[in-house]
């Protein structure tokens, strides 16, 4: 009783603490910004909701630093004052022309709202628009309307509005100066929030749609739930989502067709023409502004959007002012106001001063003409070292590549040997391993970074542990899983982990990467194929970037498995259409995991020679 007094008294504490500095930052911003509110009308005649807060001190020029977002710019009316402005905390006393808009389509705006609007690169005539032109047009109405604005423009954005800030970028409008797209939406097949590799991430869209995809007449403050019970009904996610079971079956009885974002997900179940025009990546190029992509290496929903637009854009621009931050920070955590920890990883300092400090940095520099901006092409945390690296290049050209073996007997072989043996596990759809050990309502972003123990014993997940560690290893860049299987179905999805094992008492296994690839795209997410049942097939996917030293002592081990629930959606293990699968679809599987001479499945990785 005694600790849950305790408890509660310090919960009690820290929310009065938070309210009093939300009151003492909004007193802040009342006393020295003026709040305006506009409909800007873009080439179309559609207007856009937009908030200004303008400082009130006018014995200077001031730039504009916007942020584009479908999440509301609430709170709405002029005498109605956020608590916040800017990306972080150092901004509002610095003073920037603060810009908020509601996106086409959403809350306050007007217009149809479109799922990550496929950009239009050569526009015919005024009715072709997108968000570069909505960017475009509304900063041509602020320069022009907006008093004290020195003529520079920055944008950041943080997910969804990371997108925004990104698509802002092809066509940019010439006062556009600085850029920061920050977990950026980029490909929702490939690597983003609804898909990974092919397979649908069913937990997170279904709990993302029911507050985002509700149907609207016109204009609105709120946005209401498509079904206001199920934050009642789901108290354990695991046991729900197996319970609902196929997918065809949330529709049948939860959103009843209304959810139109999450009909079109499962209407287009490869990577169609409907995906293929929402990958903004082909669109960025002749990139002017001064760029600076951020992301987190525990970020379960846009880490693939930071590392590829940020590749992207260095891809296809000869010239490019373009730089990347990557920490060990959950979605959009580089914001909050420390970072020392997160699930089994201890960083041993907060991490978050030193991010928000190059930030403020890089926006005074490019937009206010102030500092000095010494940052190297890519700084990157690197953990289990626990350090800050700075690269000219990401992946970094120093490293070397190595291929690490999966062998008989659980064996790693972290160099080349001869190999043999097969490892074989049964697949269950109604048995579906957990994504992570605990029972919760909503998905656990820690699971990242947990604990891989509990899934290692089971007798579907196979895995395979190298010897002791005698020095350390640094992986930097991607890792490739290169794995020969046979299956006695025609599908299935197949789940590679990279995990450090602690020389703790308990052996601790701490996550690494994981990544899924839906099998049926191991050749084209365009055109899936089917298994021929029992004959050896190759499967060769790239999980996401890693940055990572195992030290010395310890081990690495690699885990596959073909279930990752409810993160990811059941495969029937059948080559078929999974959203118009029946619940009688689901099928045993037994998959083999092939590692002899003809069959030699590795983990290929990048690895940073020791000095």
Known sequence: MKYIATFIFSIFVTVISFSQRANDNADFIKENYIKKEFRITMRDGIKLFTS???PKDSSQQYPVLMERTPYSVAPYGEDKFTTRLGPNPLFAKEKYIFVYQDVRGRHMSEGQFQEMTPAIDNKKDNTEVDESSDTYDTVDWLLKNIHNNNGKVGIYGISYPGFYATASLPNAHPAIKAVSPQ???????DGDDANHRGAFFLMDNFSFENFFDAPRNGPREENPELDPTLNNTIKD?????LKTGALH???DIYYHNRAKIWNEYLEHSTKDDYWQARNIRPHLKNIQPATLVVGGWFDAEDMFGALNTYKAIEQQNLKNNNRLIMGPWTHGAWESKSWDHFAEYNFNRDLNAKFQQMEFDFFNYYLKGKGNLNESEATVFVTGSNEWKSFNAWPPTEIKQKTWWLNKDHQLLLSKAQTEGEDEYISDPANPVPYIDKRSSDRINQYMGADQTFASKRNDVVYYTSDVLQNDIT???PITANLFVSLSNTDADFIVKVIDVLPDTNQTQRLVRAEVLRGKFRNSFEKPEPFVPNKPT??????????HTFL?????MIQIQSTWFPLVDRNPQQFINIPTAQDSDFKKETIKILHDASHPSSIEVGEMPAN
């Open 183 to 189: 977990a950026p939406v980029t490909d929702e097949f």
């Open 552 to 556: 010395k002592g310890h081990k690495i």
């Open 52 to 54: 200004v807060y303008i």
């Open 538 to 547: 190759q499967v060769k996917f790239q999980l996401n970037d890693v940055a």
């Open 475 to 477: 992986l930097l860049g």
């Open 237 to 241: 996610v695991y046991d729900f989502y």
């Open 249 to 251: 079956n949330f529709n």
